[in-house]
Nanobody, 123 residues
Framework: QVQLVESGGGLVQAGGSLRLSCAAS????????IGWFRQAPGKEREIVGA????????YYADSVKGRFTISRDNAKNTVYLQMNSLKPEDTAVYYC????????????????WGQGTQVTVSS
């Protein structure tokens, strides 16, 4: 059983940056792919990006490509989401999720979820 805890959310002005962290415990972290998702009020959950256990070739949604970067530190059991050039439309609750094996691109394929962290981007 993997427990995930997100942190690093907050209020930032448009054009600013935030770094989210996803700390894992209770499982073999290195065997899990991690996905970042977000859900804005009144909208469906959407994938932001995903990373495999090696940390190579992360996947990004088109809406964040070139602005967001996913990385992981397996020694610290932590995955990061660096968010630059933030836009008001990035406002959402951000979640990390874990699944064994390869990354997936829909939330239904992930077994473990964090509680989420709010990101608010003001214009």
């Amino acid at each position: 059983q993997v427990q995930l805890v997100e942190s690093g959310g907050g209020l930032v002005q448009a054009g600013g940056s935030l770094r989210l962290s996803c700390a894992a415990s209770g499982g073999t972290f290195i065997s899990y792919a991690i996905g970042w998702f977000r859900q804005a009020p009144g909208k469906e959950r959407e994938i932001v990006g995903a990373i495999n256990w090696t940390g190579t070739n992360p996947y990004y949604a088109d809406s964040v490509k070139g602005r967001f970067t996913i990385s992981r530190d397996n020694a610290k059991n932590t995955v990061y989401l660096q968010m630059n050039s933030l836009k008001p439309e990035d406002t959402a609750v951000y979640y990390c999720a874990a699944r064994a094996g390869k990354p997936a691109y829909t939330g239904y394929d992930y077994n473990y979820w964090g509680q989420g962290t709010q990101v608010t981007v003001s214009s």
